[in-house]
């Protein structure tokens, strides 16, 4: 990683207010253009690293930099993809995906414009007057996914965004979003527990240590996305070696 | 009673305190929930003071407020707005204190301020409680108003039930009895039906 990291870590620690130390001295630099994951045992504050990435939790200590400047809250550069989906429940799926741009001001002809073309590339055409209740948890989630597209953001954090989706709806939607990015100069960073998700998806895991949670080691997977089909990725030799090395390391922080 | 056009000229009257109380607690009671939801201040001051008003038995309130304004119709509206706005209050209060933490969070991420997220976010949200509340009010405005016709000054329906029960004219009374309790029934369920499609319960916030 010789090229200048797009968001920067710099000795982040969280302690929360019940005294409960989440994080301490995580420092890491992501890749440009690349998608990283944050991977660790339940409870080693990937989830509140992310947020802090995202300016909506602030740190105890540390900075977060993002394309060369110091952030202290939520910027136009990075947009958030949420566990819980969180969609507005009395608006429809076209006014939820174009709802970031109308909090920018855009007006209403142009966002819905911008709002239709990504419902399109996330294939729910069909449900743009629908209400998030009439969806399935999948196709929730594209909702998200397409709002955080919506507002072209260069960084897109996802926390889990898959957490609360069946399995097999899960992997077409891991294999849809890798096409979505892979035409797109997207940093991505990802957040998960299934070590699978992460090394099917990433160029990049960061494995995070129990709490309180620290760096513990950088994977890559090298897995090679480019010619190869979803099914034979999940049975490419990098991909299992990279799996079982991912699990050697967090074995150690179970039980 | 129906006939000699004594029963609609008693709603008349009594429906007048009704209104003007309901107007005045629709609008301060839930301005003063929002506020309270909005501002911690404002919270810390006044919940005591509302939690305290929403378990007391306000009719008990209504000779008092007698004594200070006398028997006109500032009592009775009085009377309306004591027994209606504690509910009204702080359902819109709980309302906008029961948001959805992550859809404020989502409209912070997306650059939202605080007044967008107040307008866009936790407003909407508050809608359906506040409406339950004005609802509940309502019905406590039905007891408040008639509360006041009979312990204040006897107008309107309460004037009708005291005067048909002192001649011993109890078919009358019944009938001035019974046509309150429709009136006031039909009207909170028409308003339940009203809440039921304008805020579908799948629509509204978690």
């Known amino acids: ?255 | 009673m129906t006939a000699d056009g004594s029963l609609a000229k008693a709603y008349l009257s009594t429906i007048q305190p009704l209104i003007i109380g309901f107007i005045i607690c629709g609008i301060i009671g839930v301005g003063f929930g929002v506020w309270m939801g909005l501002s911690y201040a404002v919270e810390w001051f006044s919940l005591p003071i509302f939690l305290i008003l929403q378990a007391a038995p306000m009719a008990a309130v209504v000779p008092l407020v007698t004594y200070i304004y006398g028997i006109g119709l500032t009592s009775k509206v009085l009377a309306v707005v004591v027994l209606a706005a504690p509910v009204i209050v702080m359902n819109s209060y709980k309302g906008i204190r029961n948001t959805n933490p992550s859809l404020i969070q989502m409209c912070r991420a997306f650059l939202g301020t605080r007044t967008q997220v107040v307008a866009k976010i936790i407003l909407p949200h508050a809608a359906a409680m506040m409406f339950t509340g004005l609802r509940l009010g309502l019905a406590m405005g039905f007891i408040g108003v008639v509360i006041a016709e009979l312990l204040i000054t006897p107008t309107g329906i309460g004037d009708l039930i005291t005067y048909h029960s002192s001649v011993a004219d109890f078919p009358e009374m019944f009938a001035a009895v019974a046509s309150i309790i429709l009136i006031a029934a039909v009207t909170i369920h028409a308003l339940g039906r009203l809440e039921r499609r304008l805020f579908p319960p799948e629509m509204r916030g978690s």
């Open chain 1, 1 to 255: 990683m010789s090229v200048d990291p797009i968001v920067e870590l710099k000795g982040i620690g969280k302690t929360y207010e019940t005294g409960v130390e989440a994080l301490r001295e995580v420092s890491f630099g992501f890749p440009v253009g690349k998608l990283s994951t944050l991977l660790g045992p339940s409870g080693c504050g990937k989830t509140t690293l992310l947020k802090i990435i995202g300016g909506l939790i602030p740190p105890t200590t540390g900075e977060v930099w993002v394309k060369g400047k110091r952030v202290d809250g939520p910027g136009v550069e990075r947009a958030f993809v949420f566990q819980d989906f969180a969609l507005l429940p009395w608006a429809t799926v076209l006014r939820n995906v174009a709802f970031g741009l109308e909090l920018r001001g855009v007006p209403k002809e142009q966002r819905l414009e911008i709002a239709r073309k990504f419902i399109g590339e996330v294939g729910l055409t069909a449900f743009e007057s629908s209400y998030p209740h009439q969806l399935s948890g999948g196709m929730r989630q594209r909702v998200g996914l397409a709002r955080a597209l919506t507002v072209d953001a260069d960084i897109i954090l996802m926390d889990e965004p898959f957490s609360s989706v069946d399995e097999q709806t899960r992997r077409k939607f891991q294999e849809d979003l890798i096409d979505l990015l892979q035409h797109r100069q997207k940093t991505v960073i990802f957040v998960t527990h299934s070590i699978e998700e992460a090394t099917y998806l990433s160029d990049l895991i960061v494995l995070l240590s129990a709490r309180p949670g620290t760096v513990s080691q950088i994977i890559q997977p090298n897995v090679d996305r480019g010619s190869k089909s979803a099914d034979e990725i999940r049975r490419d030799k990098n991909y299992l070696d990279a799996v079982d090395k991912i699990w050697q390391v967090l074995k150690k922080y179970l039980g």
